[in-house]
């Protein structure tokens, strides 16, 4: 085996310290960067990995007002009620359906929107329809949930007056109490509230490319069919990839505010998601390391689910977010 010479080690520790030299240089010059980016590092920490310490609570018999040390540890007990309660299953079943439904709907639909809407030219009309397209958005869901649940109401219910005059359905249909139309209702909803404000991604995805690509696509004589297919959808596709893995790590995330707001007594077995499942069997009744239990399977699931979807995606299309 060859050894280095002692020229050899000093120039490589002549190496070393210019290389850490130039990164105090580098963070000297950039220091007020950095001192900008401290308070959104500590609310990082104080509110996404500080909380981690309370996942103790799931291996516990969590009793509040008992010190740390006094608790019982109980091990994986609450997981095993978790995965032999019947109702979580259905929790389960839930969200996937609604997460899923509301993925395709909530990518297809802006893609299309955006795509469509970059073809306006006239733009006073373009101008207008995204100010109205996005409006939804700053519409909190307890109003939206108001706004759908008037629509859909069998008395004076938009919907229904318009099947009924269009002679579709003989009387009102109790949109709001059938449990299969659920799943329909929330995603429906979640489009409309969602669609303009996910559209501008796209729309700025769409201004980064190349006018020269459709000028000589022009040339060529692609029309604008064409022009979008080889030309929009390819440009965009990096945008597309990468919001597509980061809702995929999402599928069991979903929240429960649309279900909470939207659901009823009569469609409980359609509208119960892991969040809310977390809320009524974990807060609800007192049981929090249960509820821990819950939102742990939750996040590891999610974590697992952006991994895998990274991975794929990674080999498939060379796009990645890591």
Do not use: C
């Not at 609310?43 to 609570?57: D, I, K, R």
């Amino acid at each position: 085996m060859r050894t280095m010479t002692a020229s050899q080690e000093r120039r490589m520790e002549g190496v070393s310290r210019k290389k850490g030299g130039t990164f105090w240089r580098k963070f000297f010059q950039q220091r007020y960067l950095y001192l900008m980016s401290v308070p959104f590092v500590l609310w990082a920490f104080v509110f996404s990995y500080l909380p981690l310490w309370g996942w103790t609570m799931a291996f516990q018999k969590f009793k509040p007002g008992i010190a740390f040390g006094d608790q019982k540890w109980v091990g994986l007990q609450y997981f095993r009620e978790l995965f032999a309660d019947e109702q979580f299953y259905r929790v389960l079943r839930n969200t996937l359906a609604m997460s899923t439904m509301g993925l395709v709907a909530g990518f297809v639909v802006p893609i299309v929107f955006a795509v469509v809407l970059n073809e306006v030219r006239a733009m006073p009309v373009k101008r207008f329809v995204q100010t109205v397209s996005y409006l939804p958005h700053f519409v909190s869901w307890v109003v939206v949930a108001g706004i759908v649940t008037k629509m859909l109401s069998t008395e004076g219910g938009v919907v229904n007056e318009i099947l009924i005059s269009l002679h579709i359905v003989d009387e009102p249909v109790q949109f709001m109490a059938k449990g299969g139309l659920f799943w329909y209702i929330v995603t429906a909803s979640d489009v409309w509230k969602e669609m303009g404000w996910n559209t501008i991604i796209y729309l700025a995805a769409i201004a980064g490319i190349g006018p020269d690509l459709y000028e000589a696509a022009k040339v060529d004589g692609a029309s604008r069919l064409r022009q979008i297919w080889h030309i929009t959808l390819p440009g965009i596709r990096p945008t597309i990839v990468v919001l597509l893995i980061m809702s995929i790590g999402h599928l069991v995330g979903i929240g429960f505010e649309k279900q909470f707001l939207l659901g009823n007594p009569l469609v409980s077995d359609y509208s119960q998601v892991l969040d809310l499942y977390a809320l009524n069997y974990g807060l609800g009744l007192g049981r929090f390391s249960f509820g821990t239990a819950i939102n742990i399977f939750n996040s590891v699931i999610s974590v697992f689910l952006l991994l895998i979807a990274n991975g794929i995606f990674k080999r498939t299309t060379k796009e990645s977010i890591f």
